[in-house]
């Protein structure tokens, strides 16, 4: 069974691309570390360690220590499809991290983004 096409594509290609999105809208870089490692787990170090090593959405997802429990709490739109309702785990995985990094450019607070209790 073959995947998406963005399945192989590097995490290290698309994370600059993240913390440009922000920080045009005066958020942060660590903004974007912070809701990337409350998604997948990962520490400041192995994230940073899987961006050197330019592993792909594949395997940074299949690298990750533990994905976090109140992902499934997040909803909405990315590229015009609902995140809820993607049935592929992998991609599903990845519009997660994408509608996170969106939310930290619109500007929301980080407790609603890290859909604190």
Known sequence: MAGHRVFATSF????????????RKGRTAAEVDQVITWLTGYDAA????????GVDLETF????PGMNPDAA???G???GV?????????MQRIRYMDKL????????????ILRSA
Not at 16 to 23: F, G, H, I, R
Not at 48 to 53: F, P, R, T, Y
Not at 82 to 90: A, H, K, N, S, Y
Not at 101 to 112: F, H, I, L, Y
Request: hydrophobic share 45%.
């Open 12 to 23: 290290a290609s698309i994370y600059p691309l993240y913390v440009q999105k922000v920080e």
């Open 46 to 53: 192995g994230l940073h360690g899987v961006i050197d090593e």
């Open 61 to 64: 997802f299949a690298r990750a």
């Open 73 to 75: 709490l997040i909803t």
């Open 77 to 79: 739109v990315v590229c």
């Open 82 to 90: 609902r995140v809820e309702e993607i049935e592929d785990p992998l």
């Open 101 to 112: 990094v969106d939310e930290v450019a619109r500007g929301k607070k980080m407790a609603s």
